[in-house]
């Protein structure tokens, strides 16, 4: 059972420490969150899972951190200037702003309950609106010295095509990942962390040779659903492929195919994983021709470099194909919760809320819970085992000792912490001699089964357990 509504996990986030408001002291910013202390954790999980599968298990992949601050001219030749609009429209009676083309996902301002143009309130027409926000640059206001915080990573990969190139020696095929912070002035930032104006993307621009694009796009959709379903633990009922047609596509992609998950809000994209032909590096490549664009643009101003491979088979320079993954971390992040989201019926009647996340993205792997907090024996062996457990590296390990033994299950239950190791007065051989001193009960996080395991052997059972499986 996922979650069956956005209240569900917009909850449980605040009050667990996953996702906060932005500036909620200062009344909030529409669309920035906080990511909490388990938040974080989750978040790096699943960068870290990706990285290692799109960079570490690959023969064929660089790493790269681009600068968020590029010259003003990448954008001008990227596109971004000229295209990256949403159509924009005004209400002239509650002064409200939204996308035209996003009407019936918007809510009155007078009216929640109604769309724009519903109610009495007369919308203007619709006009270009750029989303990506501008800075100054410099000390001294100058309208000539300004940049824009990205609104995509990508274009930091295109522009250090011929640097990765010469300095690792890469032939075509090959491909440069990179996870970073992206920003774009959304007309109508909603649905929690799903659309928002300060988000995190895990990108990859895949170089290749004209003519082998098809095959390498194919590989790539296969193999990223795959990844989405294996290793984050998104059910497969809930995913989609999306081939986006013709009059849909973006002004440089061939085809483009979308990975599409079954939010509570709905069926959304979820990283789509475009062909962008030669058009990006073809932009920024230094070209006579190309100078002569538009009166405003100095010969300086245009790229000085020449972003081509050179075929040795064929004995000439050739512009490469690119294939690009590009999912959204947050919105990543939010599938995995709404998936794992459980609420059980207990035989008691009582409901128990359980994140049953993959061990592997689980903000604690092993929460280590004393039975009494009072009894000085008991203590001391639970925060032993915990730093054993912890200072073996490998999985975070927590202590608590803050409630009762089942409000604390309940607790480890709901953040998604696959097992709790419980020590008692059996642990320290305190009860009967039945042959269980130094031994600890490990529960289950989702069967609730619970288990005696002897402390010598505790890591290596927990490590069995939680640690990813490759193959």
């Known amino acids: 059972m996922a979650a069956q509504t956005l209240d569900q996990i917009v909850s449980l986030c605040k009050r667990r420490g996953f996702i906060f408001p932005g500036s909620e002291i200062y009344g909030g910013l529409q669309g920035t969150f906080d990511y909490g202390p388990l938040g974080v954790e989750l978040k790096n999980n699943l960068k870290r899972l990706w990285w290692q599968h799109n960079v570490y298990d690959r023969d064929d992949m660089e790493g790269l951190d681009s600068a968020i601050l590029m010259n003003r001219w990448v954008w001008y030749y990227s596109g971004h200037e000229d295209t990256f609009v949403d159509p ?12 035209a083309d996003k009407l019936q996902e918007a809510s009155c301002l007078k009216h929640p309950k109604l769309h724009p143009g519903e109610c009495e309130g007369e919308l203007t027409e619709p006009r270009p609106f750029n989303m990506m926000f501008k800075t100054q640059v410099g000390p001294v206001p100058d309208p000539e010295s300004f940049a ?19 300095s690792t020696g ?10 970073g912070k992206a920003f774009r002035n959304e007309v109508t930032p909603r649905n929690f962390v799903f659309r928002t104006r300060e988000f995190e993307q ?7 040779r004209p003519g082998e694009d098809e095959a390498i796009h194919e590989a790539f959709i296969k193999d990223h659903l795959e990844w989405w379903i294996k290793v984050c633990g998104l059910s497969p009922d809930r995913l989609s492929l999306y081939e986006v047609p013709p009059h849909e596509l973006a002004h440089y992609s061939k085809r483009t195919v979308d990975i599409m998950y079954r939010y509570p809000i709905g069926t959304e994209e979820l990283e789509g994983i475009a062909n962008r032909t030669d058009f990006d590096l073809g932009s920024h490549t230094r070209d006579q021709d190309k100078l002569q664009i538009t009166a405003k643009v100095k010969k300086n101003e ?13 004995n000439r320079h050739i512009v490469p194909y690119v294939i690009e993954p590009s999912a959204g971390v947050d919105r990543g992040v939010l599938a ?35 039975l009494k907090k009072n ?16 200072e073996a590296g490998e999985f975070r390990t927590v202590y608590d000792d803050t409630a009762g033994i089942g409000k604390l299950y309940r607790r480890q239950d709901e953040i998604g912490t696959p097992f709790c190791v419980t020590v008692d007065f059996d642990t320290i051989g ?42």
């Not at 274009?155 to 010469?166: A, M, P, R, S, Y």
């Not at 890469?170 to 996870?179: D, S, T, W």
């Not at 245009?302 to 064929?314: K, P, V, W």
């Open 430 to 471: 305190r009860a009967e001699d039945n042959g269980l001193k130094d031994t600890v009960t490990v529960r289950d996080r989702d069967t609730m089964k619970q288990e005696r395991v002897p402390i010598k052997e505790l890591y290596n059972y927990i490590r069995e357990r939680i640690m990813p499986k490759k193959g």
């Open 302 to 314: 245009h790229s000085t470099e020449r972003l081509t491979y050179f075929d040795q088979a064929s």
């Open 88 to 99: 924009l429209v005004d209400c002239k009676l509650c002064k409200g702003r939204f996308r």
């Open 170 to 179: 890469r032939k075509l095929p090959f491909g440069v990942a990179q996870i």
């Open 336 to 370: 995995i919760l709404c998936e794992a989201y459980d609420e059980e019926r207990l035989d008691n009647g009582e409901t128990r809320v359980v994140l049953r996340l993959k061990p592997a993205l689980a903000p604690i792997k092993v929460a280590v819970l004393p």
């Open 375 to 390: 009894e000085p024996q008991i203590v001391e062996t639970a925060k032993r085992i915990k730093r054993m457990l912890q």
């Open 148 to 166: 824009y915080l990205r609104p995509e990573t990508a274009q930091g990969i295109f522009i250090n095509f011929k640097n990765v190139l010469d």
């Open 202 to 208: 895990m990108e990859i621009e895949y170089f290749c």
